[in-house]
């Protein structure tokens, strides 16, 4: 492949039962996330359905990733914007600084998500394991029944 041919897994498109798969998320929230204007399928077959690339994806697994952290569609927005202009060649200082310090505070934000979710995590196995306990310490003895 020379420099100037497209790379061929970007070219390739995927349909939406494809990308659903490939990402995990349903059909309903991958079309959802076109209608909002989030990511947009890069093309559509001669019978008008959606057809997404290798970028497409990645945008649709960042949208998965945030959604537990409890960032908004906004958010998302956002977040994506940011990347897209560190990606842009075009983009001036002033507008990558701003790209940088907005990746910085997602970032933050990000890691006190997952340290809360963490902490829920460790809850829930407390419990699970305070069940499990009982499960046993009862079905040993023969008690409750």
Do not use: N
Not at 78 to 99: I, K, N, V
């Amino acid at each position: 492949m020379t420099a100037d041919e497209p790379d061929a897994i970007e070219t390739e498109h995927l349909q939406i039962g494809e990308v659903a798969a490939a990402t995990e998320l349903s059909i309903k929230t991958i079309r959802h996330y076109d209608e909002v204007g989030l990511v947009a399928p890069s093309a559509r077959s001669a019978g008008g359905f959606r057809l997404y690339t290798r970028t497409d994806i990645d945008r649709l697994l960042a949208i998965r990733r945030m959604k537990p952290l409890g960032f908004t569609l906004e958010d998302m927005r956002a977040l994506l914007d940011a990347q897209d202009a560190l990606e842009l060649p075009d983009t001036s200082e002033r507008e990558r600084d701003a790209a940088l310090t907005a990746l910085q505070d997602f970032h933050t934000r990000a890691e006190h998500a997952c340290h809360k979710l963490e902490r829920q995590l460790a809850y829930a196995r407390e419990l699970t394991s305070q069940l499990a306990h009982q499960l046993g310490v009862e079905r040993a003895t023969g008690s409750g029944r």
